[in-house]
């Protein structure tokens, strides 16, 4: 009977090496796209259509003031202080 190869005949390498950490990644990563693909089929078609134009729909209905408020709101809820003031310089 013959010998079956051992990963490191295989590969050249041990299996803690760099190949066979990228071959645990590439694994891991596509299993993790499986999940996410099964996920958004799951979801209602028409729901994802809309929340895909929601931000853009939403903003093209609001006024410039409006829209301007939003903006410098956020703005101060993530730089605070450091927010600029008065727009464009």
Do not use: F
């Not at 089929?41 to 829209?67: Q, Y």
Request: hydrophobic fraction near 30%; aromatic fraction near 4%; avoid cysteine.
């Amino acid at each position: 009977m013959r010998k079956r190869k051992s990963y490191e005949d295989k590969y050249g390498e041990k299996e803690g090496g760099a190949m066979y950490e990228r071959l645990q990644r590439e694994a891991a990563l596509a299993s993790a796209h499986a999940r996410h693909k099964k996920a958004i089929a799951k979801k209602n078609p028409a729901a994802v259509e809309l929340g895909a134009k929601g931000g853009t729909a939403r903003a093209r209905n609001l006024s410039k003031e409006e829209l301007s408020k939003i903006g410098r709101a956020g703005a101060v809820k993530r730089w605070g202080s450091k927010a600029k003031k008065g727009g464009k310089s």
